[in-house]
């Protein structure tokens, strides 16, 4: 007797599995997926088990100072920004490795992310161009057998992660992460040596081709900060980090009702020069905190949730602004980081500016004034543990404020060279691709090839 599903039930939310076919694990979304990903490989494949052996790491003691600032590389999920890993946020010592659980991995290591909310929607895998050590929400895979070479591997999950993601991912939980079980389970295709190395021949040219294209992009961009400087007048001081530049006196008229801080107090002002009016910041704008969001509040939609790095860490149902919006990071590493929003953001960890008048003073010219002095906004941190930049902080900035026909002229000129550097990053991305649909047709059936 055969089966269907009602036309009046939600196309793609109800599907039809056989008893033999949910016996592996009884996870809608897993079987969903089971049932309509192929990646039948034109080569003969191995259980992922039977070609490698695995090790996870562990995190030193950060109550313990002696553990960290060493030179040891310490690899966590928020290291991985590219296949190829040279670089790490945090490094630790001799020390810290032998008092820890964490494991130093060898150059040219295969390094997986397994525990992690990122899971919910990237795959991420690095090759470590140097040795480093890893935490332990990573797993370092070493290939057991002269057939598979590690770049290889590398590649081939970095080419396939977004089809073996809902297969090897537990769902229902808090935090993602791997089902070690259904992982070690994956069939990798075992092509020969030559056909291996096409492939990682394929994928070292068009990361050339995205490295050169990001460089000039990130030129383009750091000429839109000496342009800005220039057209408005503002002058950066030069860091005096000496020891008579550190000794100084100030009067208690400075201190009070500020902060008693300091690096602060002796913080050399940006020189806005004469150019145009110079105006206090608070007399411009609106300053707001952003809303508490708690991760029981979230619930995932369209809208990018800002708090307090660099990129938004997941997103949300509702917005707490509709666009046209300054956002600047209030903690962590990068409290300072100034980003501006032309469309919808949900603001939590974030003072949030407006102008008052964008007749007189457009907020996106404010924007681009406080993105060029990005690292002075940097120097306003306080705390050590956990590093703030409060609305306080903000409100005396000095802006020169030009007629709104200038600042639109301005506007102009930084928007044609941001463009561009746009169009360079999304040609190098497309060159990626590129690469990717060149290993699947390589390696895949005909029939699993994605159209």
């Not at 407006?354 to 003073?361: A, F, G, H, K, L």
């Amino acid at each position: 007797m055969e089966s269907s599903i009602s036309s009046t039930l939600p196309s793609g939310k109800m599907f039809l599995a056989t008893s033999s076919q949910i016996h592996e694990r009884y996870d809608p979304y897993y079987i969903f997926h089971k049932l309509n990903t192929s990646l039948e490989s034109k080569y003969r494949s191995e259980r992922l088990s039977s070609l490698v052996n695995t090790f996870s790491g562990g995190t030193p003691s950060k109550s313990n100072p002696s553990y960290w600032d060493g030179d040891i590389p310490w690899i966590s999920p928020k290291d991985f920004n590219g296949f190829n890993l040279f670089e790490t946020e945090d490094k630790i010592t001799e020390e810290g490795v032998k008092n820890s659980s964490t494991k130093v991995a060898p150059k040219n290591s295969i390094v997986i992310v397994v525990r992690s909310g990122v899971l919910a929607h990237t795959f991420p895998v690095c090759i470590n161009r140097v040795p480093a050590a890893i935490n332990q929400d990573l797993k370092v895979l070493t290939p057991t057998t002269e057939e598979l070479l590690p770049e290889f591997l590398g590649y081939y999950f970095f080419t396939f992660g977004e089809k073996l993601l809902p297969l090897v991912t537990k769902h229902g939980t808090t935090v993602h992460s791997i089902n070690t079980e259904q992982f070690e389970r994956l069939q990798i295709p075992v092509p020969p040596i030559h056909i291996q190395e096409k492939v990682i021949s394929i994928y070292q040219e068009h990361f050339e081709t995205k490295a050169q294209k990001e460089a000039k992009a990130e030129q383009l961009l750091k000429s839109i900060d000496e342009y800005l400087l220039n057209e408005l007048g503002i002058t950066i001081p030069e860091e005096d980090n000496s020891l008579t530049n550190r000794i100084f006196t100030t009067s208690f008229q400075n201190i009070a009702g500020s902060r008693f801080d300091p690096k602060f107090l002796h913080y050399d002002k940006i020189n806005v020069g004469n150019k145009f009016p110079v105006i206090n910041l608070k007399e411009l704008v609106t300053i707001n905190k952003g809303q508490s969001l708690t991760s029981k509040e979230v619930e995932d939609g369209p809208y990018p949730v800002i708090a307090g790095g660099q990129s938004s860490p997941y997103t949300h149902n509702e917005f707490t602004h509709s666009g046209n919006i300054i956002t600047v990071s209030a903690s962590g590493a990068y409290a300072g980081y100034v980003w501006y929003h032309s469309s919808p953001i949900f603001a939590t960890d974030c003072s949030v500016i407006n102008s008052d008048n964008e007749s007189r003073c457009l907020t996106e010219f404010i924007y681009w004034v406080l993105k060029s002095i990005q690292q002075e906004l940097y120097k306003l941190q306080q705390g050590a543990a956990q590093p703030h930049v409060y609305p306080d902080d903000l409100k005396n900035i000095e802006i020169p404020l030009p007629e709104l026909e200038k600042q639109e002229k301005i506007l102009a000129q930084v928007r044609m060279k941001k463009q561009a550097a746009e169009g360079l990053r999304k040609e190098a991305k497309q060159s990626v691709e590129e690469a990717r649909r060149q290993v699947e047709e390589m390696i895949l059936e005909e029939d699993s090839v994605a159209v």
